[in-house]
């Protein structure tokens, strides 16, 4: 397995997009207010120009599987920052690709001088809900900052 996570590119646009809503797809969550329907789904390269953030791109054999972020959404508390758009292309799931991209984004938040991570999810996603709470995530009981994603009703924070 030939593993790469690299920073998003402008060329990884269209690519990870169609990752993205074929994920949600998969699990019938490509309902609105999800980023099924985020227009920022289609340019994530211009969205983590943002300061303090960054998506990185997984590739297994120079194909792009997965992507996963770290983004400073807005009305945060301070030290915080959203861990965003997760997702992997369902012939990658459960061969840690989901985890070292996670790995990837905990070693970046921390350089950024975050100590949590927050993230949103639903229960149609409790696959990756059971791997963020091995990776350190727990439950609150309501949303955090100004995601928009009315579509999510399962909240988690991870201290860095």
């Known amino acids: 397995m030939n593993l790469t996570i ?19 797809e998969d699990f019938n969550a490509n309902k609105p ?3 099924y329907f985020d227009p920022t789904t289609d340019d994530l390269f211009t969205l983590f120009e943002t ?10 054999n120079n194909k792009i599987v997965g992507g996963c972020g770290i983004y ?10 959203e ?11 459960g061969k840690g ?8 984004c905990f070693e970046e938040a921390k350089k950024m001088s975050y100590q949590y ?9 409790n696959v990756a809900v059971g791997m963020y709470q091995k990776m350190g ?4 009981d309501k949303p955090l900052g100004n995601s928009g994603h009315f579509g999510c009703n399962i909240w988690m924070v991870k201290k860095l």
């Open 33 to 35: 207010g999800t980023v």
């Open 6 to 24: 690299r920073p998003i590119q402008p060329n990884d646009n269209e690519k990870i997009a169609k990752v993205i809503r074929e994920a949600l």
């Open 137 to 140: 995530f727990r439950f609150i």
């Open 117 to 125: 991570l927050y993230l949103e999810s639903m229960p149609e996603l």
């Open 97 to 104: 690709i989901g985890k070292a991209l996670m790995q990837k």
């Open 83 to 93: 861990l965003v758009k997760i997702y992997l292309h369902k012939t990658v799931r």
């Open 72 to 81: 400073p959404t807005k009305n945060l508390p301070d030290g915080y920052a």
């Open 51 to 60: 300061p303090k953030s960054i998506y990185f791109i997984a590739l297994l």
